[in-house]
């Protein structure tokens, strides 16, 4: 299985940027910056860490599944914060969804996101092994 396949952002920018939330390739998925927006290109639950990542969370597995994937192909995820000192409330909803699987994360402070009150962004490696997903 080498064909390209993608999920789309579905967000007002996703055209300009020319972006996918996911893309597979054999058997790796990646999953691309993904914020607590809605399709809209609203913030959702500004400046609350915790509430950004339950949601980038749920849509970043959503695009995973969409692609054959699952919550256990998850290798690695990076979290992008405005302010290291959220570190707990994204990593208390990250340690919800990977407790059993714990995959190799990162946690970097970065100056700012694309929109105010994006307070966290999630990036995600996923490898899945069994080729007829």
């Not at 990646?30 to 509430?51: C, H, I, K, Q, R």
Request: charged fraction near 25%; charge should be negative; proline fraction near 4%.
């Amino acid at each position: 299985m080498n064909e390209y396949r993608t999920v789309d952002a579905k967000r007002p920018w996703s055209a300009l940027i020319a972006y996918s939330r996911a893309v597979r390739r054999g058997a790796v998925i990646e999953v691309g910056g993904t914020s607590a927006t809605s399709p809209e290109g609203e913030v959702l639950f500004p400046n609350d860490a915790y509430a950004q990542t339950k949601y980038v969370l749920d849509v970043m597995m959503s695009a995973i599944q969409e692609l054959g994937g699952s919550a256990h192909d998850v290798v690695r995820t990076r979290a992008f914060l405005t302010n290291v000192d959220d570190w707990q409330g994204v990593g208390r909803a990250h340690g919800e969804m990977f407790a059993l699987i714990k995959p190799a994360s990162t946690f970097v402070e970065v100056s700012r996101l694309l929109l105010p009150g994006l307070v966290v962004e999630l990036e995600a490696t996923a490898i899945c092994l069994d080729s007829e997903r």
